[in-house]
């Protein structure tokens, strides 16, 4: 049995921590409040302009249509993104594992090419990938370090870019997206090339008038169209982590407070022990004395 001391030891350890999962589950439901508030308000904007897209998308011309005109897929790119922090349950590990799924079987020939090609968004998963010798792109990793438009419009545009050049055969991303405080969905999209709608998809059926033109309405609008899809997934994932992180730590300091009771148990079982030793040594002393 332990000694008093070790156990009181324990106790306050157990309280430091505590207290510690409890702060981190305030910050992480602070945080989730503006997150989740920036993607109620991205998802039908971005629904709108994917559903614009589409019509547009059906009455373009072939040659305006590069973005959904389907290569040899011999060079992949995946966008992972994860958190930049831990202590967010099994929230990154989901999507490394997904990710390494992917190359494992959906992705193996490209693989064993060493034609696959990892974008890491988020500190967990550039590390993971970068210690393990895949072939990464690691230019921005760190885009939620002052998450902005802007800074996910830079990587569109390389996205993009990277895809007309030839560079990407395809882009898919992998990502986890928000539904509520405890329930993250995981998600592998086709980013490029657009994939075909689904047959049970109607357009609808909208005679546009084109000012300027159709062409460079058709070009303006698949950049923008691209870089919000790949905003909204990252909103999506921020979301997602911070929820994971306050589930995470909710449950850290309920399991603290069911093993303080534990310990505190423990504590006044190991204490009365050592009482009742020291009145059966006192009264057998007495005894002692008696007898002499």
């Known amino acids: 049995?332990?000694?008093?001391?070790?156990?009181?030891?324990?106790?306050?350890?157990?309280i430091s921590t505590q207290q510690i999962t409890k702060a981190m589950k305030m910050v992480a439901a602070a945080k989730l409040r503006k997150s989740q508030e920036r993607i109620t308000q991205m998802r039908p904007y971005a629904q709108k302009l994917t559903q614009l897209?589409?019509?547009?998308?059906?009455?373009?011309?072939?040659?305006?249509?590069?973005?959904s005109q389907s290569r040899s897929e011999e060079k992949i790119l995946l966008v992972v993104i994860s958190s930049d922090r831990g202590?967010?349950?099994?929230?990154?590990?989901?999507?490394?594992?997904?990710?390494?799924?992917?190359?494992?079987?959906?992705?193996?020939?490209?693989?064993?090419?060493?034609n696959v090609t990892v974008l890491p968004i988020g500190k967990k998963a550039f590390e993971y990938f970068g210690k393990r010798n895949f072939k990464i792109v690691a230019d921005y990793w760190n885009v939620f370090q002052g998450l902005s438009y802007d800074k996910v419009a830079l990587v569109g545009e390389f996205l993009i870019d990277s895809y007309k050049l030839g560079q990407y055969d395809k882009i898919e991303i992998v990502y986890n997206e928000f539904k509520n405080v405890a329930t993250q969905i995981l998600r592998v999209e086709q980013f490029l090339p657009v994939p075909p709608q689904k047959k049970e998809t109607k357009i609808a059926d909208t005679d546009y008038i084109?000012?300027?033109?159709?062409?460079e309405i058709v070009v303006g609008l698949v950049p923008k169209s691209l870089k919000i899809q790949l905003y909204k997934s990252i909103l999506d994932s921020n979301a997602a982590e911070n929820g994971a992180r306050m589930t995470a730590m909710d449950k850290a300091t309920e399991n603290a407070g069911d093993l303080l009771k534990e310990l505190k148990l423990t504590y006044n079982r190991t204490r009365q022990a050592a009482i009742t030793k020291e009145i059966l040594e006192i009264v057998a002393g007495a005894e002692a004395l008696k007898t002499s």
């Open 210 to 215: 084109y000012l300027p033109g159709q062409e």
């Open 87 to 114: 202590l967010c349950g099994s929230f990154n590990s989901t999507i490394i594992k997904a990710a390494n799924k992917l190359m494992a079987e959906k992705y193996a020939t490209q693989a064993t090419n060493g």
């Open 53 to 67: 897209f589409q019509n547009l998308s059906a009455a373009a011309q072939d040659d305006q249509a590069w973005y």
């Open 1 to 14: 049995m332990a000694s008093l001391k070790e156990v009181k030891s324990r106790i306050t350890s157990v």
